[in-house]
Structures are given as structure tokens and as C-alpha cells.
């Protein structure tokens, strides 16, 4: 089941803060985060996985609420490098075999 | 270094021939996958291969053909392709089969089929 991203683009100006939602109807073991930007692969930012903490390194961040099923990614103080698509992708099981990704997130961010 | 590493990078070829992508690891993860991302940016799932064994096999047409000849190589084949084959194919590796290990992409082989 794909999980559903919100919203599908933000438009920023630099130094302002986003967040970004992850949400599925099945219950979630682990969820990742990803930014690809234009004509590059996507890159791994970061595992949040069931029963774990709040990750985050620098201004980037993100939560994960098992009962909801629902994982946030936050953008803080945002830079221009920051622009590209951001994607969730779920697994619902320990022994889960492969993610299943969101639609994507396009985050622009001008000066 | 390159991580993972894909060839071609762009093939365009037209309706009704074979392809092959090429993909390689030196990571020395255990899992590999093909994903396809289509015009909308969506990021399929096709297939995937721990340890030389497949372990997933997403709906996908009979005529995408992986192979695995050692878990550090994972090559794509593709017969009689059609217009709807036109998409970015991404390999990809991890350390683990399962949720917990990150993803490495390669560059992407960008398919246009005429």
C-alpha cells in the first residue's frame, strides 16, 4: 500500500521552515526519507524505525508516530540546497523486502 | 569511487527491440533492487534479489528479465519494449535484506523507447 504524501509541493523563501507529512493505512515498521534533486538519484537521508527515536542531524529532522502511522520531516532554516523532491518510503514488516515510496514532495526554495 | 554504478546511462532505442541495463555494486551489500520512475516522478518497485536469489517480483511484464550472476552485480533485460517502458531505471543496493538498512541508488538509466 503507498503511502500518501502532503503536501505534493512547498515553495519557500531561504531560512523559512517546512514540514513534510508521510501517512499510511498500514500499520508501519520502519519509514525512510529520501531527497532526490532534478536529474540526480534519489539520496538517503535518514530511518525512522517502530519503537525509535526522533532522528535528525543539522536542521533536518524527523518523527514518527506509530499509532497514527504517520512519519513528519522537518526542514528547518531551510537553504537553497535544500530545493529537490523529498520521499517517504514504508515497510510494514520486520521481515519486509523492499519499500514501497510515496508520490513525492517537491520543495523549491529561492533567495 | 562510485558506489553503485548503472550502464547505460541514457538508451534510446524503438518499439520492439532488446535492451539490457547493466548494474554494479562494490558495496558489498547484500540486497539489490530495480525500481522504475515513471514521468510523475513515481518510484516502482520491480524487483528484488538478496544473495543472488530473487525475492521480490513485482506485477511486472513477463519481458523484464533480471539477473543476478553474484550478489554484487544485478542486470535488467528487456524484450519487445513498448512506449510505456519510457521511464528512469534506478538500481539500487543495501547492507540487509529488510526496512532497516538505507537505500544506495545508482545514477538511473534513462529509457526512451520511440
Known amino acids: 500500500q503507498q503511502p500518501v504524501q502532503s503536501p505534493q509541493a512547498v515553495i519557500l523563501r531561504e531560512g523559512e521552515d517546512a514540514v513534510i507529512n508521510c501517512s499510511s493505512s498500514?500499520?508501519?515498521?520502519?519509514v525512510h526519507w529520501y531527497r532526490q534533486k532534478h536529474g540526480e538519484a534519489p539520496v538517503f537521508l535518514m530511518i525512522?524505525?517502530?519503537?525509535?527515536e526522533q532522528k535528525g542531524h543539522e536542521k533536518i529532522s524527523a518523527s514518527f508516530n506509530e499509532k497514527k502511522q504517520q512519519s513528519s520531516l522537518y526542514l528547518t532554516a531551510s537553504q537553497l540546497s535544500y530545493s529537490g523532491t523529498y520521499f517517504c518510503?514504508?515497510?510494514?514488516?520486520?521481515?519486509?523486502?523492499?519499500?514501497?515510496f510515496g508520490k513525492g514532495t517537491t520543495l523549491s526554495v529561492s533567495s | 569511487d562510485t558506489a553503485v554504478s548503472q550502464t547505460p546511462k541514457y538508451l534510446v532505442t524503438q518499439m520492439g527491440n532488446d535492451k539490457s541495463i547493466k548494474c554494479e555494486q562494490n558495496?558489498?551489500?547484500?540486497?539489490m533492487y530495480w525500481y522504475k520512475q515513471d514521468s510523475k516522478k513515481f518510484l516502482k518497485i520491480m524487483f528484488s534479489?538478496?544473495?543472488?536469489?530473487?525475492?521480490i517480483n513485482e506485477t511486472v511484464p513477463n519481458r523484464f528479465s533480471p539477473k543476478s550472476p553474484d550478489k554484487a552485480h544485478l542486470n535488467l533485460h528487456i524484450n519487445s519494449l513498448e512506449l510505456g517502458d519510457s521511464a528512469v531505471y534506478f538500481c539500487a543496493s543495501s547492507q540487509l535484506r529488510g526496512p532497516t538498512s538505507p537505500l544506495h541508488f545508482g545514477n538511473g538509466t534513462r529509457l526512451t523507447v520511440t
Open positions: 498500514k500499520a508501519l515498521y520502519s
Open positions: 558495496l558489498g551489500h547484500d540486497t
Open positions: 518510503g514504508t515497510e510494514s514488516h520486520q521481515a519486509g523486502t523492499a519499500l514501497i
Open positions: 525512522l524505525l517502530k519503537g525509535g
Open positions: 534479489y538478496n544473495n543472488k536469489e530473487l525475492i
